[in-house]
């Protein structure tokens, strides 16, 4: 194999794959990246077995060939490279690079012990924004387990019917729910994506226009991101996602208009004290006014009233305020509208004035 590629587009790609690899793993060909150059192209792929990620770069291919380099150790190698251009060169298992100024070689490992990736056959499939689609994991996944005792928990659920596609995911004490619009819907579309996967996806995301399309297929058990010269497949948890709708309440006793901002600073003021039992705050409404108080901790307690928008009956609930945050952190808006009904019932938090995001929490005892 023996090309030449640009610096950027090489350290790109390379940062790119990279998140695909996990260095504690045992099988030594899982730390390298394979690259293979064919026609006028170089394509690199990494794998953890969970995720597999391929990115492609314009190349100019004088021998095409295929070899495996360590990921970590050649990134960090081509990040402090000054040439624009760069010179590739494999002999047998290692591969040589040169600028106008040095020349460099890492062993690697035979192309042949790279675990195949899978195909994806596809089954269902769709387009959506990449910018949508980038806000719609920032308002979701955070939502999802963290552990995996309950496996369908730890991923984000992808249910798409008549060109909207509903993201969803819950640990069971909080939820989110994204609807957003996609395009060319086939099939059926109903699988359960792993969060870690997700949380790829929307960092790879951060790096491409928004303007770009996503192309989605899915398979039995696996599914397909592909968008620009990046391609992410991905297993799917297997069983199915919680009924959840039932669960969101269809009315409330109560409405309060919040500015994000302004409630953020007062959670972070609060959570102080209240961090020290289980983030509990418990909200009280009466005469207009929101009481945000804490229960007494060995560091003490706190109490904050608020002046805001108030409509429905006075109520009384108790929350945990790191949920409440993390829900503002995700709302791209500049206020919310809080709904709460009977002490045991979950609370809606929504965008005000915007359609297509709910957050569910669920409450504490009083």
Do not use: W
């Not at 890492?106 to 790279?114: H, L, N, Q, R, V």
């Not at 910018?131 to 719609?136: N, R, S, V």
């Not at 699988?191 to 790829?200: L, R, S, Y």
């Amino acid at each position: 194999m023996r090309l030449t590629c640009s610096q950027k587009d090489l350290l790109s790609a390379l940062t790119t794959t990279n998140k695909a690899v996990d260095i504690n793993n045992t099988l030594p060909v899982l730390n390298n990246v394979l690259l293979k150059a064919e026609g006028k192209k170089l394509y690199f792929t990494s794998t953890n077995l969970e995720i597999a990620i391929t990115y492609h770069i314009e190349t100019d291919v004088k021998n095409e060939g295929e070899i495996t380099i360590p990921s970590k150790l050649f990134t960090s190698y081509i990040n402090y490279l000054k040439d624009d251009k760069v010179n590739v060169l494999v002999e047998g298992s290692d591969i040589q690079i040169q600028t106008s100024d040095s020349k460099t070689r890492i062993k690697g490992i035979p192309a042949s012990e790279f675990p195949p990736i899978p195909m994806v056959e596809k089954e269902g499939g769709m387009t959506v924004s990449a910018g949508e689609l980038q806000k719609a994991i920032e308002q979701v996944v955070f939502a999802a387990a963290l552990n995996t005792t309950r496996p369908i928990l730890s991923g984000v659920c992808f249910q798409a019917d008549k060109e909207q596609l509903k993201m969803a995911a819950t640990d069971s004490y909080r939820l989110s729910e994204k609807v957003l619009s996609v395009a060319d819907i086939s099939g059926t579309i109903d699988c359960i994506v792993p969060a870690k996967t997700i949380i790829e996806l929307g960092s790879i995301l951060d790096s491409i226009e928004t303007e770009e399309k996503v192309t989605i297929v899915v398979s039995k058990n696996q599914i397909l991101f592909t968008v620009g010269p990046v391609e992410l497949i991905s297993r799917l948890i297997e069983g199915k996602f919680p009924n959840y709708e039932q669960i969101i309440p269809k009315s409330s006793k109560t409405q309060i208009e919040f500015e994000v901002s302004a409630l953020s600073l007062i959670l972070k003021r609060i959570n102080i004290f209240a961090k020290e039992n289980n983030n509990k705050v418990i909200l009280k409404v009466a005469d207009g006014k929101v009481i945000i108080t804490t229960e007494s901790t060995q560091y003490g307690e706190g109490e904050i009233t608020i002046e805001t928008k108030i409509e429905g009956a006075n109520n009384e609930i108790a929350l945990n305020s790191q949920f409440l945050l993390d829900a503002l952190g995700s709302v791209k808006k500049d206020k919310i509208i809080l709904e709460i009904g009977e002490k045991i019932a979950p609370v809606i938090l929504k965008p005000k004035d915007s359609k297509g995001y709910t957050h569910i929490i669920m409450p504490l005892k009083i």
